[in-house]
């Protein structure tokens, strides 16, 4: 009897373990892929035909309420109804492992950029920020949400607390796929 209740402990502390621990992991490995530009890798890890089709519904909804707009002038309606002609080709055309690549690897540049060199003065004089990992973290925040057993939401910041990107995962056996990425309509179409 002791066996049993051992052996369904030691289940529980697993599944608990994994509840808590893959959402982390499947971030952190959707990040190195990217970041080491690894297309098979990324291919596993993000269901692009799914990522595709959450983008373009935003982009057709983002353009339909341009075009319904009553202060739109006529060339932004236009453009708006060209947009809805063209936009599936155009994201079917840009979202892709190396689109996920190049967007991370810029970001990764455009933080290092930032940073200063190790051991300079610049450095020396913000040594009482912390640690560098922690200075280059704080450049993002991001907070997940259970939406269920088989999906998580990942709502990011940036510095100055504005809302970022909200990422989508669902499960894929023990593993997650990014299936989705949710913006502001201002991320979509740019107002000009």
Do not use: C, H
């Amino acid at each position: 009897m002791k066996k049993i209740v051992a052996l369904i402990l030691a289940l529980a502390v697993l599944v608990g373990g994994w509840w808590y621990a893959s959402p982390l992991m499947a971030l952190d490995g959707l990040r190195d892929a990217a970041q080491t530009g690894n297309a098979a890798e990324l291919e596993e890890r993000v269901d692009f035909a799914r990522l595709r089709e959450s983008i373009k519904g935003q982009l057709r909804t983002a353009l339909a309420e341009a075009t319904s707009s009553e202060d739109g002038a006529l060339g932004a309606v236009a453009g708006a109804a060209l947009g809805l002609g063209v936009g599936d080709r155009i994201v079917d055309g840009m979202v892709t492992p190396e689109w996920v690549t190049d967007a991370v690897s810029k970001g990764t540049k455009a933080r290092q950029a930032i940073e200063p060199a190790p051991g300079s003065q610049a450095d020396q004089q913000s040594d009482n920020l912390g640690p560098r990992s922690a200075r280059a973290s704080d450049a993002m925040s991001y907070d997940i949400r259970r939406t269920g057993f088989s999906s998580f939401q990942v709502a990011t910041a940036n510095a100055d607390g504005a809302a970022g990107p909200t990422l989508l995962f669902e499960r894929d056996g023990l593993g997650w796929d990014l299936v989705g990425i949710e913006m502001k309509p201002s991320e979509l179409i740019p107002r000009i």
